[in-house]
């Protein structure tokens, strides 16, 4: 994207449930891959 820099994307793919989600960083460390990892225990675990 133009004016924007670098942008990295996360992606998860769990090809047994089928299901697929990315997320966009713009920064490329371990903590952006435990962020989405994170994001996506809390909302498993904790959807009413």
Do not use: W
């Not at 697929?20 to 994170?38: E, G, H, M, S, V």
């Amino acid at each position: 994207m133009k004016g924007v820099g670098r942008i990295y994307q996360q992606t998860f793919v769990h090809t047994a449930s089928k299901v697929a989600f990315a997320k966009l960083y713009d920064r490329k460390t371990p903590i952006t891959a435990a962020d989405l990892l994170n994001d996506l225990m809390l909302s498993r675990c904790c959807e009413s």
